[in-house]
């Protein structure tokens, strides 16, 4: 079973439109999650850490929930800035080592 | 403050030909990490290090040696290249106290 697993989309929505994405983890015991942001052929740039409690930071919001072990991603009023693949990171063993999962892609159509 | 350099940016190798990729950070950065990432995988962890002169094997090491004999640089090494080893590589860092800052990538291609 894999580490992290997200649904690959494609999702097309129209801008303005609310957004969210959902990742699985399989390990009970991971300590840290993240969302990262891949624009195409470029490098994964951090967009949010995941906190117990939610987080919130403008337009986008992530949850953690435990007992499902999941992940989620919220974006509300999409741009068209906002086409991307977000990649769902966990952090199972510590060490600082992460496994990604695949990405799922997003765009927003005008 | 150039934050994490990769080089090269391309490559293209013949498959039983060696290369070293060689990446550099500027942040004092304990940890270092080279993924690569191919279409439906996403990002692998292919070796990475905790320190300077230690390194360990990720998901994926199978045809790939590195070394961290200074802090600031990670090598990865192909010794004899093969075409399943085509693919984006990203070298990335980080302590314990921040995210990962990944470099833009080298685009291998063996042939």
């Known amino acids: 079973r894999k580490e992290v697993e997200q649904d690959p989309g494609p999702f097309n929505v129209p801008e303005g439109a609310t957004v969210a994405f959902n990742c699985t983890y399989s390990?009970?015991?991971?300590?840290?999650f993240f969302w990262y942001r891949q624009d195409c052929r470029k490098e994964p740039k951090l967009l949010m850490s995941v906190y117990s409690s939610g987080n919130e930071d403008g337009r986008f919001t992530a949850q953690l929930n435990r007992a499902s072990q999941y992940i989620s991603l919220l974006i509300r009023d999409s741009k068209l800035s906002d086409s991307a693949t977000y990649l769902c990171v966990v952090n199972p063993y510590g060490a600082n080592n992460l496994f990604f999962g695949t990405g799922t892609r997003l765009t927003v159509i005008p | 403050n150039a934050g994490v350099t990769q080089t090269p940016k391309f490559r293209v190798l013949k498959t039983g030909q060696s290369m070293t990729l060689l990446c550099a950070q500027d942040m004092n950065h304990e940890y270092m990490y080279w993924y690569r990432q191919d279409p439906g995988m996403g990002l692998r962890l292919i070796h990475y290090?905790?320190?300077?002169?230690?390194?360990a094997k990720g998901e994926v090491p199978d045809g790939y040696n590195v070394s961290r004999l200074k802090k600031q640089n990670f090598l990865l090494g192909l010794e004899s290249a093969a075409p399943s080893q085509t693919s984006v590589y990203f070298c990335?860092?980080?302590?314990?106290?921040?995210?990962?800052?990944f470099g833009n990538g080298t685009r291998l291609t063996v042939t």
């Open positions: 290090s905790v320190g300077e002169g230690t390194t």
């Open positions: 390990n009970s015991a991971s300590q840290s």
């Open positions: 990335a860092s980080a302590d314990s106290n921040s995210p990962l800052h």
